[in-house]
């Protein structure tokens, strides 16, 4: 799930990895709103908000919103430079770094507003959008930009074009290719309101630990990759002795 990398990926992979992925991306997602008021796993919304502020010359607020935006670049930058540094060490696993980076992130505003009587709101929003620029940009490293999980406005943009072409066999005759893209943009837009509806309601219980859980969902992704590669070199293994 962890391990294979652009056209070494199945579609089993991608599938595995999306529904993961953007089950995390729900719960943040969900978080954030329901906490802070906040988009949270995408910067759309603050892009316009910049420009708005800016048009009403409020400069101060528009920088807060500009903060939300380079938040959600540098945690993409500093994700692809992890996985760029990796590769120069040939290390085997170029994707745990910045999956580990992103639950450390999800993990310590967890702690932060468990410490801080009144902890800052934007400083919040920050946090939650490098996160999730962490993880946008790893995504779309590994799957070489076939799944996206922080935001669903290109999802479905994608799924309505692949509907589209089914209408049109004889132009585009690849139904299998088609039908397996339309697969995975829906596993991604279900896990995504799954995790919106499963973290809101646990966020009305236990509140920002509710990111522990995203956190522990990562980390156990990253242990089972690790444990089924384990499993298949075992087998490979045990075959050859008994050929």
């Known amino acids: 799930m962890f391990r294979h990398q652009g056209k070494y990926r199945t579609a089993k992979h991608n599938l595995k990895i999306a529904s993961l992925l953007s089950f995390v991306a729900g719960i943040v997602n969900v978080t954030g709103f329901l906490s802070i008021h906040k988009l949270t796993t995408n910067v759309t919304g603050h892009f316009a908000f910049f420009i708005d502020e800016i048009h009403r010359w409020e400069p101060w607020q528009g920088t807060v919103y500009l903060l939300y935006i380079l938040s959600f ?13 990796t590769n120069i060490g040939d290390r085997i696993n170029i994707y745990v ?11 310590l505003v967890a702690v932060l507003v468990q410490v801080t009587p009144d902890p800052s709101a ?9 996160a999730m620029g962490v993880q946008n940009s790893f995504v779309t490293k590994i799957s070489d930009a076939v799944v996206r999980t922080t935001h669903l406005t290109g999802l479905f943009t994608d799924l309505g074009i692949e509907l589209s072409y ?19 943009r829906l596993y991604i837009i279900s896990f995504f309101f799954l995790g919106g509806i499963i973290g809101g309601y646990l966020y009305t219980i236990i509140h920002f630990n509710v990111l522990l859980v995203a956190a522990a969902l990562l980390v156990g992704g990253i242990m089972y990759s690790r444990l089924k590669f384990k499993a298949i070199l075992v087998k490979r293994r045990y075959q050859k002795r008994w050929n």
């Open 73 to 85: 670049l540098f945690g993409s930058f500093i994700s692809s430079t992890l996985i760029e540094l």
């Open 97 to 107: 770094l910045p999956t580990l980076l992103e639950v450390v992130t999800l993990l």
């Open 122 to 130: 934007s400083l919040i929003a920050c946090l939650l959008l490098f």
């Open 166 to 184: 089914l209408m049109f066999p004889k132009k585009h005759a690849n139904k299998k290719h088609i039908l397996t893209n339309i697969k995975l």
